[in-house]
């Protein structure tokens, strides 16, 4: 065989030569020898894994050049003019709303960096289902929004391809193509048996494959063109597919697709057989009443088959019936099995099959940019549709599955052309409402709502998989989507037949998820259902509806609004017969859910408001108007009942339901809607009947009688009031809303955003989600989208997010700004948008706020009244409510209730009351005529009230009432009755007037009034009157019987005697008040103001209401009291009483107030100065007794004794701040990009290390151990709280913490507690010594003594061996506190020795603490003393304890005489013989020690208390030192010339005034160069450098200034010690006299300092004996060492102390600069991209979170970091959530970020992508946290991390 032998050769000779062949004109042999090698390559029957196949292709495709080569050379063809860029879920991609036409445009990172988009309103996201760049495609975004790259159309001036080029490819891809479908078919098997992992089995190994495939997109427009011929050539596909005629294995490859085809339509292929017979059966069997009406919808379609029935059918009969349904579609296509015609649909098929694996997607979608397959795709992707809805359905992973599909019909219906197209084309509309019933159809089940037994109405099953994981979601999605362009949308609304689908489908969510009331016991099993059955409605109903709404804005969409009002009303009609629905609905049921009446609701709506539609034209009749009103109703009032805890025994499920449906995402698809359709029936319904419903829902009926006693039949008693307040809060709401009647939605959006802010401060983005936005997606965020901005900036002033001292941060806020407050707040609306009753409260308590502190009002304030907008004409007759008889006999009860003090009623009630007549007052009904005919019945209401005006009723006096008590209320009169006829007579007579008042049967009346209109055969619905009469059980309550009461007042006279009862003052209103009047005084105020604002503004309307006012007021205020009855006497008293109480309260509160006060004053108070003093441990004042502490724990004040010692709370914490310090003074930068670095050589800690380590190199272990300090990195630093405890108590309350269950921040295993009394982080306690009582006198005084003596002195001292102080208490704890500094640090920070554990690494460990304390305590003052003062730090310092307890323990060492410093430094010693000490090293020369580190050594190995005067004397025998040592560091920087000057003219000086030669730098200097000259030079090394670097010459004024500050380290830690040892103040200074007042301070001046100008460095120096020999001594160590060299010698010789304060990394402004470069760096260690990148903000080191790739030994790298960086403190910046996490120790806590947006908020992880901006505040906190070591006692919320981060 031919290919045998081809096959054996190398495989690009072979493709040369084939490409070659192929290239003739006569190319047949070419082709039969390459068809040959294919038959041999690509054999489907060798395993997927064996890569020898791909190899071939890709050799034969790129004809023997390399593959690389080939794809870039085709890549210089590509003229595609999109990006394409596909990308999967977790991908950065951005959105920008300015650019984008289609609201789920996208763009990849490089588009967008590319683009201008400075200015717009564009954000970053993580993709949840993965997508793909839309750069260069003007469907989806403008022109203007393309970046730099898919500007240019690229297609012009690319060359076209030459034909040799891609011939191959035409070849051997189809092939290629085939080769992978046949493993697809394949590997499939049927799901049902255990194949789910095999199909994953297959994928894997088809892996690179697919990824060839998705290469070969990559490579450009040109090769794109040849796999779109490929793929969608029917030709190719038949000749291919089946394989041919003598292939086995292509037949049975071929028969497997086949069979799996079988089942790929909405039918199985064995039902279509019976599908005729099955065919409307339905109906009968309790179906879908809804849905027998489609098989009529559309008579004759071909195909009438019945849909699949579910297998459980069967079983499942018993507790719910499965619904099928019969169901017609235009298109026997959607439903029947597919036929593929080229290899993309069967591609497509096999992507389905397999669930979407991505591999596949992204090579689907990598092909768009090709626009011819775009086309056949998309109609491809539309024909599969029913296909993918039936895998998705029976997917396990239907999740990951949705966002897959979702990837890809985003793609293709956000284009408006497309999705045209194939509307028209191929019936997308049908296929997609079909595909969505038929998927709903699977769960369905029969409603219970009304009438159990009879419903024929069924509704979706909640608990259903389907609904519970929004399995339905991408379906729905893309229905939203394509209803989004205006094209599709009007087919839609034009199709009579899919919108009656359309409403079928809608109803089946018509009562889903009915709730009924537990009356019994608790439910058992809270079911959580109800979020699936809200999401279900507003995404498959109400978004939907949004988006046909979008369409119909304009007049000439008129015909579609009332298509879809007539087929909502028909459905409506449907469901209300299938419940079985006749006039009342069944007790205790609500279903929050009525999508058909929201639909009917906001057309309605949007028909009036944008159409001009006439509303009458659209409503039903009065009876249908009357049905419709009712469920919406029972829904208002339920969520009355529900939150008066009517519900409770259903748990709290159904308290979420009630406050999801006013929830800010859901309400104007939910309780608006509702609450208009209310008030459309409300404005057409008879306002008596409406009035009497509404009471009768909210079932306070009984409740509503004059009588002070009644029976509920219905409601416990302590339900009422909140029933009652519920239904007139309800009809204020009703009469007073008025979003969808007139308001237009700039009011709209200005009202939500007032009512949001006054609840509380809100941030800009909680504003933003929290506003109501419409949900359709083109609509932008929310209503006029552009002036959300402006309106935001129009009510509400930005609080900047400030920092409070308890160090929580806050975000940047919005408040109400004031004339918001004083005119626009308005509670009514509040009310409707709370989810949570406390927020009214919120607000109400912020407006008092106001209110007092503008000085309006100072009382308890009621809800302001606001005024409305004027109503739309459709709905005036709304205002009818309010003038209506029925309302008006409520309030005159409720008023005389009040005024009666009856139970139950409220000052909510009387406020709600009020409100409804002031709102009567202010919605006058215009015409008064026909209000006027005489009634021809009588009606029981109408003797009440003349007319049905509100003012002329408002003054229309009652008389007598006759009620129905029980026979034990107060009114039953128990005299007999009337003897003398003309009582008998008038007695009589009052029967006759008497009014009577009841609800229900007006109501009634009502109703049958309204249905004999509309029809009269209708009589017979009614149900008999007997229902509403109840029965009572016997013996249950008392009898019921009637009373007639006396009442003689109207609604005017009972205002004004509330009025009196609220101001408790008799004549509260005078007559004349009526005339002085000005409505504008009591817009604010309490129910005073608000009776005498209705009555100002009664008397105002009408002259006779003014008149009776002033009679009113005249009768109630005689001065002359009438003889009042002994019930109105008892009230008075009762209210006096009352008054006093309130009094006496308030004076009690105010006295326990001002105690709590003086409490927290004297108990917490810890800054307080006055306890500060007694906490100064032992300093400042002269104690002449012990000192004594107060133990917090035990109370007890006393001394520190050696039995029971007393210690300081403090927290031991090893600190690497002062390692971190620089030279220079500004931060480093953090690095954005591969050119910056940052080195960490110039810190602090790598200069000290290596300075240890090369005198470790050259001199003796002990001395050198005795000359630096260590612990600038790993240093221990103590701070406390300044609270002392005795230690015993500490250690029995350590043991309570132990035996504590509860969760503590902290591990007390660890040592770690928090101080008793101020709660401040600790974890030691360090014990203060017995204060001995040494009166100061004796360590202050100065002796006088001479120089010379007191350096004798200081030397005996030091001999004086350290007495082993006796072992006690004290010294034991003494010991434990070292162990604890000890433990605190890591082993490498302490042990610097030659052998670790020696005495002298212990000796250098303890002084470096006491070094770290004071150096930390120095940058906390700013790094100089020039504030001086005893600052806080001071203030809470524990240095002085500190030093006590280690000076006890290094008093244990004792320095040998002969290598003891301190004679090197005060007398010239014989040289020793040098060869004794061969073998030794050297001991490290005096000029390279470390001058603080000796004065600290010094002062701790003396004995305590230390007298003033030897300190002062060690201080200046120190200073000599380092004066010596900073000339000879400055003698190194000059240039030989200038030192040869310097060297004369000081030996000149020296000769001329030998008296002061001692103290003058010039002959010092002269010195010290000659002495460094000799012998081995120190200046042999700097000639040739230092010649380049000074070009400045040094005068003396510079040498000056630079010997002060190279001094000035030294004298600011002397200083500090002294204040600490002798408490001397610090006195402050400016910065340049610093070093004169330091100097002054400790002695080493005269007092009285002279003018700055004349200090000099040199004027402090005391030598003990001569400085000439003395240095000449010091410089002969450093010239005569022998194994130095000089370039060493040099570098210890220029120690330079100065470093600045320590800083974080300066982090760039734009947060974005920091992402980008950051989220797909590699980590340096484990080399791939971290999944959670970390930044150390100290360092800048990359990190990964949480990584197990750089994990060692079990430790993760943040906090390996953390130990290595910061000795266990680490700062990170997490990349990807912008927030900074701290990790001290074995706790961490997230910080908060240092980046904030436009509106000052946080975007943590990044969920909202806005840009971010570093927020220089919040940065200076953390720095200045970090420097402070304060993060412990800040930060509260603090975990352990187990090592895991």
Known sequence: ??????????????????????????????????????????????????????????????????????????????????????????????????????????????????????????????????????????????????????????????????????????????????????????????????????????????????????????????????????????????????????????????????????????????????????????????????????????????????????????????????????????????????????????????????????????????MLPDQDYKITFTKTFVQHYAFIMKTLMKSQESDTMSNRIVHISVQLFSNEELARHVTEECQLLDIMVTVLLYMMESCLIKSELQDEENSRHVVVNCSEALLKNNTYWPLVSDFI?????????????????????????????????????????????????????????????????????????????????????????????????????????????????LPLHRYYAMFLSK???????????????????????????????????????????????????????????????????????????????????????????????????????????????????????????????????????????????????????????????????????????KSGIVPGSCSFEEMLSAVADFKAPVFEPGGSMQQGMYTPKAEVWEKEFDPIMVVLRTVYRRDVQSAMDRYSAFLKQSGIHTGNPWPPYKERTPLHPCYKGLIRLLHCKTLHIVIFTLLYKIWMDHQNMSEHVLCMVLYLIELGLDNQVQDNKEGEEPCIEEHCHDSWFPGTNLLSNLHHIINFVRVRVPETAPEVKREAPPSTSTEASSYGQNLREAQVFSLVAERRRKFQEIINRSNTEAAQVVRPKSSSTRWVPPGSAPQLVTEILEIRESMLSLLIKLHQKLSSKQNSLLASWVEDMDTNRYTHGDGITAIERILTKAASRSCQIKRSIQDICGKV???????????????????????????????????????????????????????????????????????????????????STEDRPIGLVVLLQASSVLGHRCKSRGAKNLPTSDEEHIYPADTCGVAHDIRLTLMQRFFKDSSCLQSVSIGWDGGVYVQTCGHTLHIDCQKSYMESLRNDQVLQGFSVDKGEFTCPLCRQFANSVLPCRPGRGTGGGDWHTPTNKKTCVLVKDVEDLQEKLGLFPTESNLTKEMELVIKDIKNTTQKKYMDYGKNPGSPDNDFLFMYSVARTNLELELVHRGGNLCSGGASAAARRSCLNQLFHVLAMHMRLYSIDSAYNPWTKLTQITQSREADTFDEERPEVPMLFRDVPSLLIIFVLMMPQPLRKEHFTCVVKMLYNLQFSQALAALSTKFSPEERQAWSTSGALMKAKNAANAERSFEALLSHVIGELSKDKSVYMVTAEETSVLSSAVWSPQSIEFSLQQFCLPFLRLSCLLQHHFYGDNLTGCVEEEEFSSLAVCLGLLPSAPQPSSSVHSASCLEWAVNAFDLVTQWCAEVTGLSQMQAEQSLTLLVQDPQWAAPRLLQLPDNYNIIFQYYHRKACTACKKVPKDPALCLVCGAFVCLKGVCCKQQGICECVLHSQHCGAATGIFLLINASVIIIIRGHRFCLWGSVYLDAHGEEDRDLRRGKPLFLCDERYRVLEQQWVSHTFDHINKRWGPHYNGL
């Open 607 to 777: 028909a009036v408001k944008c159409q001009g539609l006439d509303l009458d034209s659209l409503l039903p009749d009065q009876e249908m108007l009357m049905k419709i009103m009712v469920h919406p109703l029972q829904i208002q009032a339920c969520l009355s009942e529900i939150h008066s805890n009517m519900w409770v025994r259903n748990g709290l499920q159904i308290k979420g339901q009630a406050m999801t449906y006013v929830q800010s995402h859901f309400c104007n698809s939910m309780i608006d809607p509702d609450i208009y359709l209310l008030q459309v029936c409300a404005s057409r319904l008879d306002p008596d009947y409406f009035i009497s419903s509404v009471f009768e829902r909210f079932k306070v009926v009984d409740l509503l009688t004059m009588a002070s006693q009644h029976q509920n039949a219905v409601l416990d008693s302590e339900q009422e009031r909140p029933m009652l307040e519920g239904a007139l809060t309800f009809l204020v709401i009703l009469t007073s809303l008025r979003i969808h009647l007139g308001m237009t939605d700039d009011e709209i959006l200005r009202a939500e955003m007032v009512s949001q802010l006054c609840m509380n401060d809100r941030t800009h983005s909680a504003l933003l989600d929290l506003i109501p936005e419409n949900p359709n997606p």
């Open 481 to 593: 989507n394509i209803l989004s362009h205006q094209s599709v949308a009007k087919k839609f609304l034009e199709d009579h037949s899919l919108l009656m689908l359309w409403m079928s489908f809608v109803s089946f969510f018509q009562g889903m998820n009915l709730n009924k009331r537990e009356l019994n016991e608790h439910v058992e099993f809270e079911s959580q259902t109800y979020y699936a059955a809200f999401a279900a409605e507003l995404e498959a109903c109400a978004q939907p509806m949004w988006g046909l709404l979008t369409h119909c804005k304009v007049k000439e969409t008129q015909e579609y609004t009332k298509t879809v009002v007539r087929y909502c009303l028909e459905t409506l009609q449907i469901w209300f017969d299938a419940i079985g629905f006749i006039d009342e609905p069944a007790p205790n049921q609500v279903t929050f859910h």
């Open 1117 to 1199: 205020c005689p001065p002359v009291p009438p003889k009042n009855s002994p019930t109105d006497k008892k009230a008075m008293d009762k209210e006096e009483r009352r008054q006093r109480a309130r009094e006496r309260q308030q004076k009690l509160l105010a006295e326990f107030a001002s105690r709590q006060k003086s409490f927290m004053e004297t108990a917490m108070d810890v800054e307080s100065p006055d306890i500060e003093a007694a906490m100064e441990l032992g300093v400042s004042e002269v104690m002449e007794s012990e000192v004594l502490y107060d133990c917090v724990i035990c109370g007890q004040s006393g001394p």
């Open 1 to 366: 065989m031919m290919a045998a032998s081809l096959l054996s050769r190398d495989k690009k000779g072979t493709a040369a030569h084939l490409k070659a062949d192929l290239n003739r004109t006569d190319n047949s042999s070419g082709v039969r020898q390459l068809q040959e090698l294919l038959d041999a390559v690509l054999n489907p029957e060798r395993p997927a894994a064996d890569t020898e196949a791909l190899d071939w292709c890709k050799c034969l495709i790129s004809g023997g050049d390399g593959f690389e080569e080939f794809c870039k050379t085709v890549r210089t063809y590509d003229n595609a003019t999109l990006c394409g860029l596909v990308w999967t879920a977790n991908f950065v991609a951005y959105r920008c709303r300015t650019c984008g036409i289609s609201p789920c445009m996208s763009l990849c990172a490089e588009c967008f960096n590319n683009g201008d988009h400075t200015g717009h309103d564009f954000n970053m996201f993580r993709s949840q289902a993965g997508g793909a760049c839309d750069c260069g495609d003007s469907n989806v975004m403008r022109e203007s929004g393309f970046c730099r790259r898919h500007r240019l159309r690229t297609g012009e001036n690319i060359p076209s391809v030459p034909r040799d080029l891609l011939l191959m490819s035409e070849m051997v891809l189809p092939r290629f193509i085939l080769f992978v479908i046949q493993y697809l078919r394949d590997g499939y098997v049927e799901p049902d048996t255990s194949a789910e992992r095999d199909l994953q089995k297959v994928l894997q190994q088809l892996e690179p494959q697919i990824s060839f495939l998705e290469e070969l997109t990559k490579m450009g427009g040109a090769m794109r063109t040849v796999l779109t011929k490929i793929l969608t050539n029917p030709q190719t596909f038949k000749e291919l597919s089946m394989g041919q005629e003598e292939n086995v294995y292509a037949k049975k490859n071929y028969d497997k697709y086949l069979s799996a085809l079988k089942n790929s339509g909405l039918v199985s292929v064995e039902e279509k057989a019976q599908g005729a017979t099955a065919d409307v059966t339905v109906g009968a069997e309790g179906g879908a009443g809804a849905m027998v009406l489609l098989g009529t919808t559309a008579p004759g379609s071909p195909d009438e088959s019945s849909k699949e029935e579910d297998q459980d059918a069967g079983q499942s009969v018993g507790q719910r019936k499965r619904v099928k349904l019969s169901s017609s579609t235009k298109d026997p296509c959607i439903i029947e099995s597919l036929k593929h015609k080229c290899f993309l649909e069967e591609l497509l098929f096999w992507t389905i099959k397999y669930e979407f694996p991505q591999k596949m997607v992204t090579f689907l979608l990598n």
